[in-house]
């Protein structure tokens, strides 16, 4: 009987270790979690970032193409992007730039390829810097401005008559 006690004696130390080892472990892996669904302090893109700009791109070409296909009309769009994106632009790299957004054009035009950017394109997730979309009249809706940008967390109309290319503009 002594010799069983003494057993438990030896092996309760090595059971508190694989204890405390398994804690560690668990608190190593809920910090890899967070980091890569949310992340506040990181720089780069998290998760939580892309399939926020992921789904507002979705849902702006939803917009678009809802407005296009109707017979005509106005529509909201809410422009709802990851704090670290300022502005929503429409650019028309075929002209050169002009109004208050001067600035931007110049980057758009040195990347090259879309009509609508995320600014400042570096805080931006890959795939998602730029991008193209049928069905807007980019000519007119950079007429006064080009790039015609949006605020983050602003709200834009986009019109059509009777189904033709959709113009972006601010009420």
Request: charged residues 25%.
């Amino acid at each position: 009987m002594v010799k069983n006690k003494r057993a438990q004696m030896m092996a309760m130390p090595y059971s508190v270790i694989f204890s405390i080892l398994l804690i560690v472990f668990f608190i190593v892996v809920a910090f890899i979690a967070i980091k890569i669904f949310w992340c506040p302090w990181c720089k780069d893109c998290t998760l939580s970032d892309s399939a926020s700009e992921g789904l507002f791109k979705d849902d702006l070409k939803t917009a678009i193409d809802d407005v296009w296909n109707s017979a005509g009309g106005d529509k909201p769009f809410k422009v709802k992007l990851p704090d670290k994106i300022d502005y929503v632009c429409f650019f028309d790299d075929s002209r050169d730039g002009m109004g208050q957004y001067l600035d931007f054009a110049k980057e758009f035009k040195k990347m090259g390829g879309g009509n609508i950017y995320l600014q400042p394109t570096r805080n931006a997730c890959e795939g998602f810097k730029y991008f193209i979309f049928k069905h807007i009249d980019i000519l007119e809706t950079t007429k006064t401005e080009n790039p015609f940008c949006i605020e983050n967390n602003a709200e834009l109309w986009i019109k059509s008559e009777h189904g033709g290319p959709v113009q972006i503009y601010r009420k």
